[in-house]
């Protein structure tokens, strides 16, 4: 059976500038499962961080013109500023928060690439070794 991908989810997917593709699919399934699942687990963070900001911004865009609009009385103008105020705090919040975790992710990677060098030098010792007892 031939499973496809509707080109709405492709676009729900995908961010201007960066169409996602069912190319671009098929070549993460080339990967091992375990690679798979880290990929797609950091594109989806990626996108869902992505698509927030940008939910943020275009409500940041829409309280901005509703604060400068001649006709929109002052007391909504406030409840305006004071969602303003939320959504940036918010957003900055979220910005930093993940800058943590990006920095967490980078010491994990390079704990892991150390460990797996540390890895690959053992397994290269072991076979010289066994070379060596076999003279």
């Known amino acids: 059976m031939r499973q496809s991908i509707d080109s709405g989810d492709l676009q729900e ?3 201007p500038g960066l169409p996602l593709t069912e190319q ?3 070549d993460w399934l080339t990967l091992d499962a375990p690679q798979t699942d880290l990929v797609l687990g950091k594109i989806a963070s990626q996108l869902a961080y992505l698509k927030t900001m940008e939910q943020y911004d275009t409500a940041l865009e829409f309280l901005n013109r ?3 609009h001649p ?3 002052e ?3 406030m409840i305006a500023r004071q969602a303003l105020e ?5 957003k900055n919040s979220l910005e930093s928060y993940r800058g943590y975790l990006g920095g967490y992710a980078t010491v994990l990677s390079a704990v892991a690439d150390v460990s797996e060098k540390r890895r690959l030098e053992i397994i290269r010792d072991l076979a010289n070794d066994g070379d ?3 003279h």
């Open 132 to 134: 060596d007892h076999g």
């Open 13 to 15: 997917m995908s961010l």
């Open 24 to 26: 671009i699919l098929r």
């Open 86 to 90: 939320f959504i940036v705090r918010e």
């Open 66 to 68: 509703a604060l400068i």
């Open 71 to 73: 006709s929109i009385k």
């Open 75 to 77: 007391a909504y103008k």
